[in-house]
C-alpha cells in the first residue's frame, strides 16, 4: 500500500523562492506542536493559534486586490448598484475550493509543485501552468500600468499640477517596480517595509470606503438580497455579463495559483498545517477579498449609482473617485483614493514581475540571483505602454484583461484535479469515500463552467471591445 511520502527537506522547497525568509527550525517545531495540540483544542482555542500563524493567504489577497478587483467592484456598484455583491464571494469561494486541494496536495507530499505536475499530472499540464502564468502576468500588467499612470496624473491634477503626461507617470512606475523588484533577495528589510507601507495604504482606502458606507444611508435589506445570484438587467453601456466574468476571473488568477503553494512550502509548512491552510484561505483570502471588494461596490452605488450619473468604459479616475469625495470632500477624496489605486496596481505589478521570474527558476531551471532570473522578472516590462494605446479607459481596461486572463486557468485547474486522484503521488493522503469524491466533482464542475461562462462572455464581448478600442470619439 502506498505510504505518505516525508516531510521536504526545508533547503530544497525554499530553493528559488526569493521573497521568504528561512523559516527557524526551533520556531517552526514549536509551531507544529501548536498545531497537534490545537487539532483536539476547543473551537475558540483552536481559533486563536490559526489566527497567529495565517499568513500566505493574506499575500494572495494583496495580489488579487489590484486592477481588475476594483474596476470589477467599482463598475458594478456604479451600473448596478447592491445586485452584483454575490459575485465576489462566490468567485472567491469557487477559487478556495480549488487552492484549498492545491494546499493539500502540496503539504501531504511536500513536492515542489511545478515538478509534481510534469512527473504525475504531464509535461502538457506543466507547461499549460508555465506559460498561463506568464501569459497572464504580462496581460495583467496592462491594466496595472493603465490604473496607476492615470491615478498618479489625477493626483498631480487634484494638488495642482495639470499637464502631466500618463505616459510619464507609467514610466516612473516602471522604474519603481524594478527598483523593488531587485529588493527581493538582496534587502529583506527594505521589502519588508515596502510591503508594510503598501499594506497600510491598502487598508487606509478600505477604511475610507467604510466610513463612506456608514456615512452614506446604505440600505442594508438591499445590501443582503445582493448577495443572493441574479443578472439584473442591461444598463448603460456596461454588461452585467462582463462583470460577472471579469469579477470570476480576477478573484484568483493562474499566476497567483502558481505563487500559492510555493509560499507555503517556503514557510517551512507540512502535514500539520493542512488544517490551518485551509484557516489561511478563509480567514487570509476570503476576508480581506469579500470586505474590500464588498464596501468598494457599496460605495459606488451610495454615490455614484444613487446620484443617477451613468458610467461608461471611457470613465477617469476623478469620476470614480467620487466614491470618497462625496464624503471626504473633493480634495482629499481624490487623493486617498488615488493612492490607494496606485498602491494596489504597483503591489500587483511587482508580485506579477516576481511570479515570471519564478517561473523562469521552476520551469527553465534559472539559477536564484542570476542575469537570466533577473531579466524574466522584467518580462511583463512593456506593459507600461498601455496609456499610450488605452489610456481612455483608464479604469475599465480590467475588465477585458481579465476576463481573457481567466481563460487561461481551467487547464490548470485540471492538471491539480488529475493530481487529486494520483494515488502514486498522494499515497494514503488521496481524498476517498463520499468527501473524496464529493471534492473532486466540485473541482471538474468548477473548471468546466468557468471555462464555459468566460468563453461565451468572450465570444459576445470581442466585436464590442474591438469598435470601442478602435473608435475616436
Not at 65 to 87: C, I, K, N, P, Q
Not at 167 to 187: D, E, K, Q, T
Not at 285 to 304: Q, R
Not at 341 to 354: D, G, Q, R, Y
Request: glycine share 10%.
Amino acid at each position: 500500500m502506498s505510504t505518505s511520502p516525508a516531510q521536504p527537506d526545508l533547503g530544497s522547497v525554499r530553493q528559488g523562492l526569493r521573497m521568504a525568509k528561512p523559516p527557524d527550525p526551533a520556531a517552526l517545531a514549536a509551531e507544529r506542536q501548536q498545531l497537534v495540540a490545537a487539532e483536539h483544542a476547543p473551537f475558540l482555542t483552536r481559533a486563536r493559534t490559526y489566527l497567529r500563524l495565517i499568513g500566505p493567504g493574506y499575500m494572495q489577497s494583496a495580489m488579487t486586490l489590484g486592477a481588475g478587483t476594483a474596476s470589477a467592484a467599482l463598475f458594478a456598484g456604479a451600473a448596478y448598484g447592491y445586485e452584483l455583491l454575490w459575485v465576489a464571494p462566490l468567485a472567491m469561494l469557487l477559487g478556495i475550493v480549488m487552492l484549498a486541494a492545491v494546499a493539500h496536495q502540496t503539504l501531504s507530499t511536500g513536492e515542489r509543485p511545478m515538478h509534481a505536475m510534469a512527473t504525475h499530472a504531464g509535461r502538457f499540464f506543466a507547461f499549460a501552468w508555465a506559460a498561463g502564468s506568464l501569459v497572464a502576468s504580462v496581460v495583467w500588467h496592462l491594466p496595472q500600468y493603465n490604473l496607476a499612470a492615470n491615478a498618479m496624473v489625477d493626483a498631480c491634477d487634484a494638488v495642482g499640477i495639470g499637464g502631466v503626461p500618463p505616459m510619464a507617470c507609467s514610466l516612473v512606475v516602471l522604474c519603481i517596480a524594478i527598483a523593488l523588484s531587485m529588493l527581493y533577495g538582496r534587502s529583506p528589510g527594505l521589502v519588508r517595509a515596502y510591503e508594510r507601507t503598501l499594506k497600510w495604504m491598502v487598508w487606509a482606502i478600505v477604511f475610507s470606503l467604510l466610513w463612506v458606507v456608514l456615512s452614506t444611508g446604505t440600505d442594508w435589506g438591499a445590501v443582503l438580497r445582493g448577495f443572493v445570484p441574479g443578472i439584473p438587467q442591461q444598463r448603460g453601456n456596461t454588461d452585467a455579463y462582463e462583470l460577472i466574468a471579469s469579477g470570476l476571473a480576477a478573484a484568483v488568477g493562474v499566476n497567483m495559483v502558481f505563487l500559492f503553494p510555493y509560499s507555503l512550502l517556503a514557510r517551512g509548512w507540512g502535514r500539520e498545517h493542512r488544517r490551518l491552510a485551509r484557516w489561511d484561505l478563509g480567514l487570509g483570502m476570503l476576508v480581506p477579498y469579500v470586505l474590500s471588494t464588498g464596501l468598494m461596490a457599496i460605495a459606488a452605488a451610495n454615490t455614484i449609482h444613487r446620484s443617477g450619473t451613468e458610467i461608461t468604459p471611457k470613465a477617469a479616475v476623478a469620476d470614480c473617485a467620487r466614491v470618497l469625495g462625496d464624503v471626504m470632500g473633493p480634495l482629499a477624496g481624490r487623493l486617498v483614493f488615488d493612492l490607494g489605486m496606485l498602491s494596489m496596481a504597483i503591489s500587483t505589478i511587482t508580485l506579477h514581475m516576481l511570479v515570471c521570474s519564478f517561473v523562469a527558476m521552476e520551469f527553465l531551471g534559472c539559477e536564484l540571483g542570476s542575469r537570466k532570473q533577473r531579466l524574466w522578472s522584467l518580462l511583463p516590462a512593456p506593459g507600461c505602454l498601455a496609456p499610450l494605446v488605452w489610456g481612455e479607459y483608464a479604469v475599465w481596461l480590467a475588465v477585458p484583461t481579465s476576463v481573457f486572463c481567466g481563460l487561461l486557468l481551467p487547464v490548470t485547474w485540471l492538471g491539480f484535479l488529475v493530481l487529486q486522484g494520483k494515488r502514486a503521488y498522494l499515497g494514503s493522503d488521496t481524498p476517498r469515500g463520499a468527501v473524496g469524491l464529493a471534492w473532486r466533482l466540485a473541482m471538474l464542475l468548477i473548471t468546466i463552467g468557468l471555462l464555459a461562462f468566460l468563453a461565451w462572455t468572450a465570444i459576445q464581448s470581442v466585436p464590442r471591445y474591438l469598435e470601442s478600442f478602435t473608435t475616436k470619439d
